[in-house]
């Protein structure tokens, strides 16, 4: 079964204001990941923070992961048009050998 | 420019033929990995590789094969046994295992059987 699940499922917002986008997963986990897909292309790593952090800047986009309540969930600021793409998070579940990946939440940004 | 090459981009087969989808790194990475995307159901996981020579079942195995014969290399064999083929395949890799390590990602084979 999926360990994680993003909500919600599709999100259209202006170009200009913020999206957040949320992901839940069901067991303990080493690191959990966030990725950019766009249409018909492989994934892209956007972020990565560790069961012992909670939060995480990077450029646009801030993460916080909390760990007791098995969720994580990714800030992008001052959206742009480009950023209209699928996201997805990924654990590895706590496994060490495989990641796990959500349904994703599809972001269409209207300039 | 180092990355992961994915070829074809578009495949096209004839019910009850094998196919074998191509996956090759220059990033001196450890890891391979194969997934299937359906729409609406995210990744799953194929198979993995975590050294030449060695592969593990994912989630979904049935109906496939690899092989890792070389570091760079992880060919995914679509067998007639697998009932419904038809999916975007991405190939991807890491240094180690997941543990701090992101995945780099092909840009996909479409598979379409008919």
């Known amino acids: 079964s999926q360990q994680g699940e993003e909500d919600p499922q599709a999100l259209s917002i202006q170009e200009g204001e913020n999206a957040t986008m949320n992901c839940s997963y069901k067991?303990?986990?080493?690191?959990l990941q966030w990725y950019r897909q766009n249409s018909g292309r492989g994934l892209v790593h956007l972020i990565l923070?560790?069961?012992?952090?909670r939060e995480k800047h990077s450029g646009r986009l801030r993460v916080t992961l909390d760990t007791s309540k098995k969720s994580s969930s990714l800030l992008i600021t001052a959206s742009r048009a480009a950023d209209t793409a699928s996201y997805f998070c990924?654990?590895?579940?706590?496994?060490?050998?495989?990641?796990?990946f959500g349904t994703g939440t599809s972001l269409t940004v209207i300039p | 420019d180092g990355g992961i090459t994915q070829s074809p981009k578009y495949l096209f087969r004839k019910e009850g033929q094998n196919v074998t989808l191509s996956c090759e790194q220059n990033?001196?990475?450890?890891?391979m990995y194969w997934y299937r995307q359906d729409p609406g159901q995210g990744l799953r996981l194929i198979y993995y590789?975590?050294?030449?020579?060695?592969?593990q079942k994912g989630d979904i195995a049935e109906g496939y094969s690899v092989s890792r014969e070389k570091k760079e290399s992880f060919p995914l064999t679509v067998t007639s046994a697998q009932k419904n083929p038809t999916a975007f395949y991405l190939c991807?890799?890491?240094?180690?295992?997941?543990?701090?390590?992101?995945?780099?990602f092909g840009n996909g084979t479409r598979l379409t059987v008919t």
């Open positions: 990033l001196n990475h450890d890891a």
């Open positions: 990924a654990t590895d579940a706590g496994t060490g050998n495989q990641f796990y």
């Open positions: 923070i560790r069961s012992n952090e």
């Open positions: 590789s975590q050294i030449v020579n060695d592969f």
């Open positions: 067991t303990s986990i080493n690191n």
């Open positions: 991807a890799s890491s240094i180690k295992g997941p543990n701090n390590s992101p995945l780099h």
